[in-house]
């Protein structure tokens, strides 16, 4: 078991340009989740998916965020036209429902700076 | 909707001594808890969690928590503290039927520095 992976650890991006970020769940976990984590602040939701489905998104997640999950295994985040306030460390985290193992694993995430 | 909140943001104990990491959370049920710990450039590693049973429970690295249902409060513990424990500390309630198989809610944090 590798643990959570994330791609790529850092990106510095201008304004205005989209950005992609990977995570790798642990294998055959179902349920994969994105968090925010800004300045001196804990993670905060945004949004879970099991297996394929999107179940669930937060506020904060706008219109210019897309995030998928297409065949139940990696995950892709999206954010087109990069504002600045988008600068924040990106968590991803995976678990196993089902199974009486509701512990999420946090990858090391993908630290976005815009310029 | 839940909270949790993390009255210190800053925390410094010489190492040897005794560490007490506060949490009140605020949620309608029984919560799920966590406390995470984040070094510098890692992801967050689970110390420990409650869903049931017993209120005190055991972690990693020596950790340990107690559940307290009356002061909404979760707070962390460790009775000796070691140099390499010097880190972001992060407490969080999980919602839901499948209590942390749900999103989390996450307090601010308490940074923990240790004096050598």
């Known amino acids: 078991d590798t643990g959570v992976s994330q791609d790529p650890r850092h990106k510095i991006t201008k304004r205005g340009q989209n950005v992609t970020f990977r995570c790798d769940p642990i294998?055959?976990?179902?349920?994969l989740y994105w968090y925010r984590q800004t300045l001196g602040q804990g993670p905060e939701f945004l949004t879970y998916f099991q297996n394929e489905a999107q179940l669930e998104k937060s506020r904060l997640l706008s219109d210019r965020f897309s995030a998928e999950r297409p065949k139940g295994s990696f995950s892709t985040l999206e954010i087109q036209r990069t504002e600045q306030g988008d600068s924040a460390m990106y968590l991803c985290?995976?678990?196993?429902?089902?199974?009486?193992?509701?512990?999420?694993?946090f990858g090391p995430g993908t630290r976005l700076t815009v310029t | 909707a839940q909270s949790v909140t993390q009255p210190d943001i800053h925390i410094t104990v010489s190492e040897g001594a005794s560490l007490e990491l506060r949490c009140n959370y605020s949620y309608g049920a029984t919560p799920y808890l966590f406390w995470y710990v984040q070094s510098p450039g890692q992801g967050l590693q689970l110390l420990l969690k409650y869903f049931s049973g017993d209120t005190l429970v055991q972690g990693i690295k020596g950790f340990e928590a107690e559940f307290k249902r009356s002061q909404s409060s979760f707070n962390l513990r460790k009775p000796s503290v070691h140099w390499s424990d010097a880190a972001e500390y992060f407490c969080?309630?999980?919602?839901?039927?499948?209590?942390?198989?749900?999103?989390?809610?996450f307090g601010t944090g308490t940074q923990l520095k240790v004096e050598l």
């Open positions: 294998s055959e976990h179902n349920r």
């Open positions: 969080a309630v999980g919602a839901g039927i499948t209590g942390g198989g749900n999103k989390l809610t």
């Open positions: 985290a995976s678990s196993l429902i089902g199974q009486g193992d509701y512990e999420q694993y």
